[in-house]
């Protein structure tokens, strides 16, 4: 299945709730060398602000048991709370090392603790563990199982027993962990690497085996959580109208994956799946979310206005970067290549020498090339100025347009863009040829631009 690059690399912390608990949850505790009033505990959509005051914090917390992030200034670690009281203590100059827990599962977070700083010491990066051939991969995710297990069953030895829930989750997302390396091992050393891996071993093939209906494991486990993700949101099989693997999770009582998924899956609905309307119908099944359900019909909506041979949405006294303003209306009569970017855009920018290129190419034929920024009017560091300077200093081809009100802009939301680079394609009476054009940097954007039917047109030899 295919992989999305953000799924590569492996969760850090654990954002998940084990279940809900009647009991309230006493937070205190005293910081050493605090840098603010405050201090945050957070995780799945839930959060709470604790002022501290003179480094001392107390708070009443109505929060499901589970894991949960605790921040000070720019330091984070992971806790576990549960009903009942806890203690913590720290200095925010030595926090990873100074953190300490008294109180209700102050065993099992100083474990958490403990392996943090395990983690930190041994950490390897992505790039080094996906770029392994096969036999040093396998041997290498062994060793992280092994290392990582011996962890807890060491803690315990010197310390108390853990929980036996907790002690039973941390298990088990270990072997979640050790699952997700091989799920994402083909795709990761093919984006690492530029090339194929070898695989001899049947050790990959896992996917059938992994039961991906375990609401509580979803809840308790990011990396589970990744590879049912994955699973169900695989743009491959949903973009050739592949949406049959839906059908058990459909009927299924796992909520939380069910509302999860539709939720993520709201930014893949787009004109060029093959079952569009297939698709949709089964993220409002999935959905029991007011605000979910009202985002997918918008987004379906306006998939329906933004279809081949529909008028394109429209744009108006966009600031060009040359001077004056610019409407969509003003450049009909050609065809039309919008670059939807941003200064910050690290993708956006790896595209512009072969825009640039691209440009050159047809710089005779009957087609104008746009970029529209959506920096921020006013953001600290990306913003108009920016946007300003990036065209000036790099000497940028084409007409730029700055949008008037970023991802809010209305044409840009017409469009339901929620990602750049985008590019779409109009035809020379303005309407759409498509709403999700090739990159400059695809060869098949080149063959498209020679196949349109006036593109060699001019004033002088073009009868329309």
């Known amino acids: 299945m295919k992989k999305a690059l953000e799924n590569i690399i492996y969760p850090l912390l654990i954002l998940v709730f084990f279940s809900c608990h009647e009991d309230k949850i006493i937070v205190s505790g005293k910081i050493e060398n605090s840098v603010n009033d405050s201090l945050n505990i957070y995780a799945n959509g839930l959060g709470q602000k604790i002022m501290v005051k003179e480094g001392v914090f107390n708070f009443e ?3 499901p048991e589970g894991y949960y992030n605790l921040k000070h200034g720019n330091e984070v670690m992971n806790i576990y709370l549960s009903g009942g009281k806890i203690e913590i203590l720290f200095d925010y100059e ?28 041994n950490s390897l990066k992505s790039s080094e563990l996906f770029s392994l051939d096969e036999d040093e991969f396998l041997n290498k995710i062994s060793e992280i199982f092994d290392s990582r297990n011996s962890l807890i069953d060491s803690y315990e030895k010197r310390n108390s027993a853990l929980n036996k829930d907790f002690k039973q989750f941390e298990k088990k997302d270990l072997e979640h962990r050790n699952n997700y390396y091989l799920l994402n091992y083909e795709s990761a050393y093919s984006y690492f690497k530029k090339s194929k891996p070898i695989i001899k071993s049947n050790k990959f093939n896992i996917e059938n085996n992994i039961n991906y209906l375990d609401n509580e494991l979803f809840l308790n486990s990011s ?31 796992s909520e939380d994956i069910k509302n999860n998924i539709s939720s993520q899956a709201k930014y893949f609905l787009s004109t060029e799946l093959n079952n569009i309307e297939g698709f949709y119908d089964i993220l409002l099944s999935l959905s029991s979310k007011k605000k979910t ?64 290129a691209i440009q050159k190419k047809f710089k005779e034929n009957n087609i104008s090339f746009l970029s529209i920024s959506i920096d921020e009017k006013d953001g600290k560091v990306y913003n108009y100025d920016k946007w300003v300077q990036y065209v ?22 017409a469009y339901n863009i929620n990602s750049i680079p985008r590019y779409l394609l109009l035809d020379i009476d303005g309407t759409i040829i498509t709403s999700d054009a090739p990159r400059p940097s695809d060869s098949e954007l080149s063959q498209k631009i020679k196949s349109l039917k006036h593109i060699n047109c001019n004033e ?4 329309i």
């Open 61 to 63: 917390l109505d929060f």
């Open 94 to 121: 030595n926090f990873d090392e100074s953190i300490m827990f008294n109180g209700d599962f102050s065993n099992e977070n100083l474990f958490l603790k403990e392996k943090f700083l395990y983690e930190e010491k």
């Open 223 to 253: 990396y589970y959580r990744s590879i049912v993700v994955s699973y169900f949101l695989d743009m491959d099989k949903i973009n050739d109208g592949e949406i049959s693997h839906f059908e058990k999770l459909i009927k299924s009582k």
């Open 293 to 356: 359900i009202e985002e997918l019909d918008e987004i379906y909506n306006n998939i329906n206005n933004i279809l081949t041979g529909k008028p394109s949405p429209q744009f108006y006294d966009y600031e060009n970067h040359a001077g004056g303003s610019n409407s969509l209306n003003d450049f009909l009569g050609k065809y039309i290549y919008i670059d939807v970017w941003a200064t910050w855009c690290g993708p956006c920018i790896r595209e512009i020498p072969s825009y640039e």
């Open 392 to 413: 000036k200093e790099n000497n940028l081809s084409g007409v730029h347009l700055f949008a008037d009100n970023a991802w809010n802009s209305e044409f840009i939301k």
């Open 460 to 463: 002088e030899n073009c009868i």
